[in-house]
């Protein structure tokens, strides 16, 4: 689901559009619901949360670090006189990287 999709939703749901910062709450839940859908047990060991593949959110892909910074792939954007152009798109994937 993307950003726009979400705020569609909640506003057909709610009657008002939500704050810009709801995506990030919809995200954290939606990841303590995939965490607790894993057979057996929920995992939501650091193992788990810190996976190096990270997960996918309304606003994109997003992933915690070992040391509680998280990170997001985002887009650069330029805004010109005709509106926002894309001047490098956000990530769709993360490389693994080391903790």
């Known amino acids: 689901e993307d950003t726009a999709a979400f705020m569609e939703r909640f506003t057909a749901s709610y009657s008002y559009r939500p704050a810009r910062i709801a995506t990030q709450a919809y995200d954290a839940v939606a990841l303590a619901a995939a965490l607790s859908r894993n057979e057996g047990a ?10 190096p593949s990270g997960f996918a959110g309304t606003d994109g892909i997003f992933r915690f670090l070992s040391n509680g910074v998280s990170e997001r792939g985002l887009a650069v954007l330029e805004v010109t006189a005709r509106g926002p152009r894309v001047v490098d798109a956000a990530a769709q994937t993360f490389l693994p990287v080391t903790n």
Do not use: H, K
């Open 42 to 51: 929920a995992d939501f060991s650091r193992a788990a949360l810190t996976n």
